[in-house]
């Protein structure tokens, strides 16, 4: 994907032009087009940051070398230009293309790193900087762009950047999941997803965090045999789901002049986190067509702290519902988002007890009208230490759609 | 015995006699006096006087002059560097210090290890036999490196690394 990397400055945003492997160089360095001597301050910080002792280079498979590091105009001091760096490496690790000229995402980021790439928290002169960008922004965007504005944590809110698709970041590790997700879903359909050389977004957190090493072969196979384990178990339910009676109660047919809920319906966690999600290529058949559902994960690791706490979290396992089993991943869950197509009829969904004790929406009725376009948002609650559900069972029931687990228990 | 200082005047005073000559002598030489040759070569910046550079490709003797006033002002000189002929110089010492021009995709780069840190050159400049030559910036060392990027498309920039390649040129490395 050709992505436009902006590096903002009090001055005016800055572009990446370019980041070109100089693999013969003794130090990585800092250069625009118009001059033949690399940035000074900047050059040396972003050779201790690139370098080989340096935070990027652990975090990223860079391979050996130096850089040279392109921008469209100077940068004359300060480090927030580390996290759109950093991102535009990850980019390109990732397959993507960095460009000046018609991009298909435009990434605004800034904030300086810590030696662990946590994000420092400081002002950054953010209502400053955006002022300056939102011409270029809006210019992109006009163009049809993605636009995907990365903020540091401590960020205040700036109205205007209501409609376009913002986050706040705490770190590096979110801020390149949430790039692989706008990278892939601001892929052309039909467009093979690149050869990654970074791993992919939801492992990469987990791994920058962990400060692991390059992965070995074991946690391959670790995951094939997980997966393995998980189809086997989900097939089990799909049995049992099938010979057991229904356990999700009867539903009288609704009209839908008759639901309780119109349009988009948020839980915790805020809509935001659902509206980033890959768009899927709705299919005309199934057992409920248009209806999507997505898990969201803790961007930090197997905890829902960050999702509680900031509403960041990682998009995962976005299936069509044609099926009447979905296999579930329990590691890391934090959410369920159900979002309807917007040429999709509006349906009803019915969840049963069980499935209301470990997964709730916004008010805790059994049942939720979901209008075309909208999406609902069910935060995990509890465990309880019970054995988590493998699978979600669906059956079309008189009008609406029965949801409750299948393979959890028994 | 004259001490080094007295020879070095000599050479100096003797090169502005000749100068001056030239100034006399050479009507198609720009009109340039000795005291201008040597405020030019001794200049803190890299300003480029072109009457001067037209001077200096026409004659020896003010080449010879001028190279006198950079060589007292230089942190370090390498007149030439040890190469087969027809060969170019890609490493050569300039004092203590070591230079070298890497070829990369699309580019020179100009590589300049210093061996201590203080003091640091702000300028280099580069000059062939036939006159020829130019001066050039140096930015900050990082980890005492300083690299310059010579972008073959610059037709000023390729030129430069073209004459420091040379191993006839003679290289200063000026404050």
Known sequence: ?410 | MPDQTERDMEELFAAIRDAKAIERRTAEAPAVSAARLLKYGTRPNAVVDLDVERLLRASTPARLMYGTALGRAARAVSPMAAAAAGERATRRMIGEDLLEVIEEDGAAFLVLRLAADEPVPGHLEVRSPAGEGARISLGKPVRGIIQLRLDHGDAELSRIADLVTQPDSAIYLLP
Request: proline share 10%; hydrophobic share 45%.
């Open chain 1, 1 to 410: 994907m050709r992505i436009s990397v902006i590096v903002p400055t009090t001055a005016g945003p800055r572009a990446i032009v370019g980041i070109i492997s100089r693999p013969r160089l003794p130090a990585s360095l800092v250069i625009t087009a118009d001059d033949y001597r690399p940035l000074d301050d900047i050059t040396e910080r972003y050779d201790a940051f690139a370098g080989p002792a340096g935070p990027l280079r652990r975090a990223l498979d860079l391979g050996d070398g130096s850089f040279e590091l392109r921008l469209d105009a100077g940068i004359e001091t300060g480090r927030s230009w580390e996290l759109p760096v950093a991102l535009a490496h990850a980019a390109i690790a990732a397959g993507h293309e960095i460009v000046t000229e018609a991009p298909e995402l435009v990434l605004w980021a800034t904030g300086a790193l810590d030696p662990d790439l946590a994000v420092k928290p400081d002002d950054y002169h953010l209502a400053d900087k955006l002022a300056h960008s939102r011409a270029r922004l809006d210019e992109a965007r006009t163009a049809g762009a993605r636009i995907l504005v990365l903020l540091p944590d401590t960020a205040p809110d700036i109205a205007w950047l209501a409609d376009i698709e913002h986050h706040r970041v705490g770190d590096f590790a979110t801020a390149e999941a949430l790039l692989a997700v706008a990278g892939k879903a601001a892929r052309p359909a039909g467009e093979p997803a690149p050869s990654p050389v970074a791993p992919s977004p939801v492992a990469q957190p987990v791994r920058v965090l962990a400060g692991d090493a390059p992965r070995s072969a074991e946690p391959r196979m670790m995951a094939v045999v997980a997966a393995a384990i998980l189809l086997v178990v989900a097939l089990l339910g799909l049995l049992v789901w099938r010979l057991l009676p229904p356990t999700v109660p009867s539903v009288p047919q609704t009209p839908a002049s008759d639901v309780a809920d119109s349009g988009p319906v948020a839980g915790n966690g805020g809509s935001a986190d659902a509206s980033p999600a890959t768009p899927v290529a709705p299919r005309p058949a199934g057992l409920v067509p248009g209806l999507v559902l997505v898990e969201l994960r803790d961007i930090s690791g197997d905890s829902c702290v960050s999702y509680l706490m900031r509403g960041t979290a990682t998009i995962d396992n976005e299936r069509i519902v044609d099926d009447g089993l979905l296999p579930l991943k329990a590691a890391g869950l934090c959410a369920l988002v159900w979002r309807l197509a917007d040429d999709a009829r509006p349906l009803t969904l019915h969840f049963d007890d069980d499935f209301l004790t470990l997964f709730m929406a916004s008010d805790r009725r059994p049942r939720v009208s979901l209008q075309p376009g909208a999406a609902l948002v069910m935060r995990l609650v509890q465990q309880r230490g019970e054995r988590p559900p493998v699978a979600i069972g669906l059956r079309p029931d008189q009008g609406a759609i029965a949801v409750g687990f299948a393979g959890r228990r028994g």
